[in-house]
């Protein structure tokens, strides 16, 4: 929907200088300007977009908006740059989340899992052409699937899937929001139908700054959210939410949950459990993911999906036919026919490493008292040093082999990450591999018949970021090719 000088004054609410031509486009980025875009120049962590200006302008960029005016440019001056990007794609897209139904998903974990739960559940419901996803590990449009780039992309980015997505003929989409998205104001604008609260522990601090922050960051969605919305009461941070958003229903195990969970038991490679509802009585759910988080997984994308008027039955058939969440708990098939068990997770702090950790061996004494857990993890550079030694400390007492090794280590040097990590670890039984690939092959050549491997840290992200530059490296696939070569 191009916008002209009146429209664009009226949705920034500033001074705009005369535009050359109609505005079909926004971005913040000058390498995406084409001609006839809006350039909204953002000062951010590590640049000043204002540097970009005069590239932005070589590109064709009919209108440049910052937090300051810009020397010898005819600036739009707003209050905040990121507000106005997002209310400028937002406009263009002509407000298609108005026109959809859009499922909001938070927490600090669980996001993308309890995502695609609910995807499966809608898709089951409304069908696969209906139904639109947005998580870390990929995007979906129908029967299109695409790479991510991040969780929750910049403004123009989902406003741009929501619009494509709507051309589409998609009516339902979840869409997994990160606290960076609800802070950095990437989803402004969109209008959510519904929201769940999976749980909020200790992470992203470097951009919150305490938890109190991250908590109102993570509210901001409920706040939003005009329809249902659905919180783990099993979490202190979920049970607030529900005490201080109205209309917030709960899911856990605890007695008062509306949505209560019991009776959780494995049933060969499958969890079962029973969901007690307010509306729909008992429903005994069978699901193929494993570990009591992904119980609670299951059961906010449930509770979530029941109060949107989702039929019982669809969504129990869904829940126990849906596939493998790329990078969650993902067993790598060529394993299975070696004798032992590869899983990649997408595990990333101390408290999801213990809970993959935690499966993982329940799994490994399925297979026989003398199955062992392997764990091949590392910690990312550039953010959280907090929480290295934790991470080492939790993989050395839940694994019976870790082998420490690099994850994305950004601009830091991975020898000194690793040391970091092997400070707060046992190293009786641990060692540092800092080439990942090569401390892929060292656990598959001492896993014996029934032991379990678990590989944390990259789930589903086909990069790693060195400090020497980006090198192509997907966990599945080279432990798969490594497999081959045993
Ligand atoms: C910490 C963080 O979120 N940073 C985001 C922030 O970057 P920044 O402010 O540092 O940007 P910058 O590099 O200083 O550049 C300033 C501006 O100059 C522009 N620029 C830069 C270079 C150039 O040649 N031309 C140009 O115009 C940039 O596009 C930017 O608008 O603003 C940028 C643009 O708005 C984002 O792309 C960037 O996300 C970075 C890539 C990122 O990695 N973010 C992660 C941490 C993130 O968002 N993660 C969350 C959470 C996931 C989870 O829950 O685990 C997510 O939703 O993915
Ligand atoms: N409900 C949960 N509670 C605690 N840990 C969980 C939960 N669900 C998943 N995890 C752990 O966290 C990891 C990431 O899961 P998932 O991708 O679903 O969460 P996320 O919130 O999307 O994470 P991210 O924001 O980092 O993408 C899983 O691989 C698992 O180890």
Aim: one cysteine or more; charged letters at 20%.
């Amino acid at each position: 929907m191009p916008l002209d000088q009146a429209e664009v004054a009226r949705i920034l609410g500033v001074d705009v200088p005369p535009l050359p031509e109609h505005i079909t486009s926004v971005t913040h980025d000058s390498r995406d300007v084409s001609p006839g875009a809006a350039f909204v120049a953002i000062k951010g962590f590590t640049a000043d977009g204002a540097d970009f200006v005069p590239q932005a302008l070589e590109r064709g960029a009919s209108l440049i908006v910052a937090q300051h005016d810009i020397p010898g440019v005819r600036t739009a001056v707003v209050p905040d740059d990121r507000v106005a990007l997002a209310a400028l794609a937002t406009e263009l897209a002509g407000n298609p989340s108005h026109d959809l139904t859009v499922y909001g998903i938070t927490g600090t974990n669980g996001k993308t899992t309890s995502s695609y739960v609910l995807h499966a559940i809608l898709t089951a419901a409304y069908g696969e052409t209906s139904t639109g996803l947005m998580t870390t590990a990929e995007v979906i449009i129908g029967r299109h699937h695409s790479m991510s780039v991040r969780t929750t992309g910049e403004a123009p980015e989902v406003q741009g899937n929501l619009v494509r997505m709507r051309g589409a003929g998609v009516t339902h989409v979840v869409l997994e929001t990160s606290s960076h998205g609800i802070h950095l104001h990437r989803v402004d604008g969109t209008r959510y139908a519904a929201a769940l609260f999976t749980n909020l522990t200790r992470d992203h601090l470097d951009l919150h700054g305490t938890m109190e922050n991250y908590y109102r960051s993570k509210r901001k969605l409920f706040e939003w959210t005009v329809g249902p919305k659905v919180a783990n009461a099993d979490d202190a941070a979920g049970a607030r939410m529900a005490q201080e958003i109205s209309g917030t229903r709960t899911f856990g195990h605890c007695a008062d949950a509306d949505y209560r969970i019991g009776d959780v038991h494995r049933q060969g490679a499958r969890t079962v459990f029973n969901l007690t509802t307010p509306d729909h009585g008992v429903l005994e759910l069978h699901t193929p993911l494993l570990g009591d988080y992904n119980v609670h997984n299951v059961a906010g994308a449930s509770a979530i999906a029941l109060e949107t008027g989702m039929s019982a039955r669809v969504l129990t058939k869904a829940v126990s036919e849906m596939g493998q969440v790329p990078g969650r708990f993902e067993r790598v098939p060529a394993a299975v026919d070696r004798g032992f068990e590869v899983v990649v997770d997408y595990a990333h702090t101390e408290i999801g490493l213990r809970a993959v950790l935690e499966v993982a061996r329940e799994v490994a004494a399925g297979h026989g008292p003398d199955a062992r857990l392997i764990c091949v993890f590392g910690a990312c550079g550039d953010r959280d040093k907090a929480k290295r030694p934790l991470m080492g400390a939790v993989a050395s007492e839940l694994a019976d082999v870790a082998i420490i090794t690099t994850d994305d280590a950004y601009s830091e040097d991975p020898q000194t990450i690793a040391d970091e990590v092997a400070a707060g670890a046992d190293m009786s039984h641990t060692s540092v591999v800092v080439d990942r690939q090569e401390a892929i092959r060292s656990a598959l050549q001492v896993a014996h018949r029934g032991d379990v491997i678990v590989v944390a840290g990259k789930g589903h992200e086909r990069v790693q970021h060195l400090p020497t530059g980006d090198i192509d490296f997907h966990d599945v696939s080279v432990v798969t090719e490594l497999i081959h070569r045993l």
